[in-house]
């Protein structure tokens, strides 16, 4: 089994910044892609960022230019970086990553349980 455990949120003024975590642990072969998704109050769940095993990254148009992905490869993390935060970006924030198990089982989704974050306006 694979687990998925957030970190970094919490509340901030608009303008200022934060820094998520994400661990993955368990029966691990190998990761893909991660990536990073945010549920505001009343919203579909919307895909932030995403970063592949290469590292080649992509992003939200509402977040390209403050929100920064990155991942440790040898320690399993994805992280996201928020500056330049605003009251829009209040959302529990998601990660999830696409990991193989073994090398038979191939690709299988995976998500941590999220992490609030609030900012203040």
């Known amino acids: 089994q694979v687990q998925l455990v957030e970190s970094g949120g919490g509340l901030v003024q608009a303008g200022g910044s934060l820094r998520l975590s994400c661990a993955a642990s368990?029966?691990?072969?190998?990761?893909?892609?991660m990536y990073w998704h945010r549920q505001a109050p009343g919203k579909q769940r919307e895909l932030v960022a995403s970063i592949t095993s290469g590292t080649s990254t992509n992003y939200a148009d509402s977040v390209k230019g403050r929100f920064t992905i990155s991942r440790d490869i040898a320690k399993d993390t994805v992280y996201l970086r928020m500056n330049s935060l605003k009251p829009e970006d209040t959302a529990v924030y998601y990660c999830n990553a696409d990991v193989e198990t073994t090398p038979k089982n191939g690709l299988r989704a995976y998500w941590g349980q999220g992490t609030q974050v609030t900012v203040s306006s």
């Open positions: 368990g029966t691990i072969f190998r990761i893909n892609a």
